[in-house]
């Protein structure tokens, strides 16, 4: 396997509840090597969702050892850790996360702006073309389709060219016609960049199109298996 870009070892995370403290996830290990595609999967409330978001920085593991695109993220503040996913780590939401204020060409050259990329409407204009909605550039959120929605927040997500994209159900709020362009596009972008893919999902097609598969139950890591 090819060095790893992705390495958990022994992760836990307990969240605060009225009830008392909740387990979320407990003493995850795994390794996800650099251009490898692979699926989380597993029943509501696995802790694979949270697992994603650690590997993004924006959940703490409560103990055991984060390293992502060589950084040991037990070591970094906030402002270092949004430093690092800026740069190394595409994410793509379920539900879009678009700025509805912003059209879709302001939508995905924000990250480029704000990492101070002279160039960000110009990448902006190409990614737009290459996920195929060029035409809509002018456009807000609430004019676009889900579908059209996902695939801004896709161009988005890959603006920095990060080495990493995590994706959350990322076919999840779109019929199954949409879902599939969707996941082609992700797919094919994903190769033509060579970056590593983590998506989380229900769907067994979809999880069955990356090279391996993570399965868990009860916050634990319970299996692994390669596409046949």
Same mark, same amino acid.
């Given at each position: 396997?090819?060095? =790893?870009?992705?390495?958990?070892?022994?992760?836990?995370?307990?969240?605060?509840?009225?009830?008392?403290?909740?387990?979320?996830?407990?003493?995850?290990?795994?390794?996800?090597?650099?251009? +490898?595609?692979?699926?989380?999967?597993?029943?509501?409330?696995?802790?694979?969702?949270?697992?994603?978001?650690?590997?993004?920085? #924006?959940?703490?593991?409560?103990?055991?050892?984060?390293?992502?695109?060589?950084?040991?993220? =037990?070591?970094?503040?906030?402002?270092?850790?949004?430093?690092?996913?800026?740069?190394?780590?595409?994410?793509?939401?379920?539900?879009?996360? #678009?700025?509805?204020?912003?059209?879709?060409? +302001?939508?995905?050259?924000?990250?480029? +702006?704000? =990492?101070?990329?002279?160039? =960000?409407?110009?990448?902006?204009?190409? #990614?737009?073309?290459?996920?195929?909605?060029?035409?809509?550039?002018?456009?807000?959120?609430?004019?676009?389709?889900?579908? +059209?929605?996902?695939?801004?927040?896709?161009?988005?997500?890959?603006?920095?060219?990060?080495?990493?994209?995590?994706?959350?159900?990322?076919?999840?709020?779109?019929?199954?016609?949409?879902?599939?362009?969707?996941?082609?596009?992700?797919?094919?972008?994903?190769?033509?960049?060579?970056?590593?893919?983590?998506?989380?999902?229900?769907?067994?097609?979809?999880?069955?199109?990356?090279?391996?598969?993570?399965?868990?139950?009860?916050?634990?890591?319970?299996?692994?298996?390669?596409?046949?």
């Amino acid at each position: 396997m090819a060095e =790893a870009v992705i390495s958990l070892d022994n992760v836990s995370l307990t969240l605060a509840s009225r009830a008392g403290p909740v387990e979320i996830l407990r003493g995850v290990d795994a390794e996800i090597a650099a251009g +490898e595609s692979v699926a989380i999967v597993g029943p509501s409330g696995s802790g694979k969702t949270s697992l994603l978001m650690i590997m993004a920085g #924006l959940e703490r593991a409560t103990s055991g050892s984060v390293r992502v695109a060589g950084h040991d993220f =037990a070591n970094l503040n906030e402002d270092a850790l949004a430093l690092v996913r800026g740069r190394n780590i595409g994410i793509v939401f379920q539900s879009f996360h #678009l700025v509805p204020t912003m059209t879709a060409l +302001e939508n995905i050259a924000l990250p480029l +702006e704000f =990492a101070g990329q002279a160039d =960000a409407f110009d990448v902006a204009r190409g #990614l737009l073309a290459e996920v195929g909605i060029a035409h809509r550039a002018d456009h807000f959120p609430a004019q676009l389709s889900g579908g +059209e929605q996902q695939r801004v927040a896709l161009a988005r997500a890959l603006s920095p060219r990060p080495q990493i994209i995590l994706a959350d159900e990322p076919t999840g709020n779109l019929d199954g016609k949409t879902g599939d362009q969707v996941v082609e596009l992700l797919f094919s972008l994903q190769r033509r960049r060579q970056a590593t893919l983590v998506l989380v999902t229900h769907d067994r097609a979809l999880a069955s199109r990356c090279r391996r598969t993570v399965r868990m139950a009860d916050g634990r890591v319970t299996g692994a298996e390669l596409a046949a």
